[in-house]
Nanobody, 127 residues
Framework: VQLVESGGGLVQPGGSLRLSCAVS????????MGWARQVPGKGREWVSG???????FYVDSVKDRFTISRDNGKNTVYLQMNSLKPEDTAVYYC??????????????????????WGQGTQVTVSS
């Protein structure tokens, strides 16, 4: 499985970016997909996920600002980020659970639950 992120960059506070993650190798309609972020010196933080049943998760700090979506026909997941703040600055990573939690009662929300990761894309929010 290969995950390739795109869409990062430099944006002013209050601006928007849309991250994309293209998945190759397998059809991923039942897989959990999502995004984590990491700043130097800190652990990876799970930001948002979209699950096999279409439900979604957002960490409190991004609720009402970020929106995750998926296009199963294109094997792509998106993260629309609005009203960006300097504290959103990080490397953003796309990840998948490869379907291991599909159909179950557990909805993964920690980086350790995910076994495939992209290379990351830098998001910098600064004036």
């Amino acid at each position: 499985v290969q995950l390739v992120e795109s869409g990062g960059g430099l944006v002013q506070p209050g601006g928007s970016l849309r991250l994309s993650c293209a998945v190759s190798g397998f059809a991923f309609s039942n897989w959990t997909m999502g995004w984590a972020r990491q700043v130097p010196g800190k652990g990876r933080e799970w930001v948002s996920g979209i699950y096999f049943d279409g439900s979604t998760f957002y960490v409190d700090s991004v609720k009402d600002r970020f929106t995750i979506s998926r296009d199963n026909g294109k094997n792509t997941v998106y993260l629309q980020m609005n009203s960006l703040k300097p504290e959103d600055t990080a490397v953003y990573y796309c990840a998948t659970d490869g379907g291991q939690y599909a159909g179950g009662s557990y909805y993964p929300t920690v980086p350790g639950d995910f076994d495939s990761w992209g290379q990351g894309t830098q998001v910098t929010v600064s004036s």
